[in-house]
Every structure is written in structure tokens, then in C-alpha cells.
Nanobody, 119 residues
Framework: QVQLVESGGGLVQAGGSLTLSCAAS????????MGWFRQAPGKQREWVVG???????NYADSVKGRFTISRDNAKSTVVLQMNSLKPEDTAVYYC?????????????WGQGTLVTVSS
């Protein structure tokens, strides 16, 4: 069984920074990609950022230039550095893993971590 454990959410003032981490554990043969989604109150979950096994990154326009994703392949961990936070960044942030196990490809979601940005 593969699990994702997220950490690092919290309350921060606008303009501040937070760092989110997501660690994968379990029976994983290879990781294709990892990324972050978020869901604000009353809104649908939206994609924020992704990073491939080769290290290629993609960012939503709303966070480009403010958020940075990095990956430690040896530890199956991704880190999301969030700078210049805005109140509209307030949401539950979910980590997502796309990987291959012994029985084929699968995806796993983390439990979510709350980020609150006060104005």
C-alpha cells in the first residue's frame, strides 16, 4: 500500500512564505510525476504545479513566479516553496503521486494540508 504524508500547512500573513512537503512510502517501482492541487472553500479542486521524473516542472499561471516545486528522488519527496502568498492562495493543498507498482500504474492522493493566508 502506498501512502502520501503531507506537512507544512498553516496560517501566514499575505506576503509571507510557507513550505509544504509530501513524502511517498510503500511499494513503488518508479515514480512518473508528483504534484500539488488545491481546493478553496466552495470551489473545485484545481491543479497548481507538477514535476516529472525527469525534473520538468509546470506551474499554473496563478502561482508562476511565486511557487517553486522541487523533488528528492531518493526520498520520494516533493517540496513546494510558496512565497509572496496572497489571500486567494487559501485552500487545502493536496499532494498527488502518479507511479508504477508491481501491478501496474496507479495514482495516490494525500490527505490534504490547510494553508490560510490572512490579509
Amino acid at each position: 500500500q502506498v501512502q502520501l504524508v503531507e506537512s507544512g500547512g498553516g496560517l501566514v500573513q499575505a506576503g509571507g512564505s510557507l513550505t509544504l512537503s509530501c513524502a511517498a512510502s510503500g511499494s513503488i517501482v518508479s515514480i512518473n510525476a508528483m504534484g500539488w492541487f488545491r481546493q478553496a472553500p466552495g470551489k473545485q479542486r484545481e491543479w497548481v504545479v507538477g514535476i516529472t521524473s525527469g525534473g520538468r516542472t509546470n506551474y499554473a499561471d496563478s502561482v508562476k513566479g511565486r511557487f517553486t516545486i522541487s523533488r528528492d528522488n531518493a526520498k520520494s519527496t516533493v517540496v513546494l516553496q510558496m512565497n509572496s502568498l496572497k489571500p486567494e492562495d487559501t485552500a487545502v493543498y493536496y499532494c498527488k503521486l502518479d507511479a508504477r507498482g508491481h501491478r501496474g500504474y496507479f495514482e495516490v492522493w494525500g490527505q490534504g494540508t490547510l494553508v490560510t493566508v490572512s490579509s
